[in-house]
């Protein structure tokens, strides 16, 4: 498993616009890609899932990667939170 975590910095928090970008780049692997917020947890790959969470601003989240392409997919996710201000 390859997980990272970061705050969310975005001032309206994971909402759906971002959350469909992190679920499109999440879709481009085969790993089993997480993300979780305190006690919550969801499939990166679903966008209900990332929605349902409810993430606000200033939230720790950590996302997590398991699977044969783990490392590439944190890289890519990572490089695609910090393009879009997110963290």
């Known amino acids: 498993m390859t997980s990272i975590k970061a705050i969310i910095v975005d001032p309206v928090g994971l909402h759906a616009r971002p959350a469909s970008i992190l679920t499109k780049e999440a879709s481009k692997f085969t790993s089993e890609i997480k993300i979780k917020s305190g006690e919550k947890e969801g499939n990166l790959k679903s966008i209900m899932n990332i929605m349902a969470l409810a ?6 989240v950590e996302i ?24």
């Open 55 to 60: 993430i606000k601003t200033n939230t720790e």
């Open 64 to 87: 997590q990667a398991t699977g044969t392409d783990e490392k590439e997919a944190i890289v890519a996710i990572e490089a695609a939170m910090k393009e879009n201000n997110l963290i």
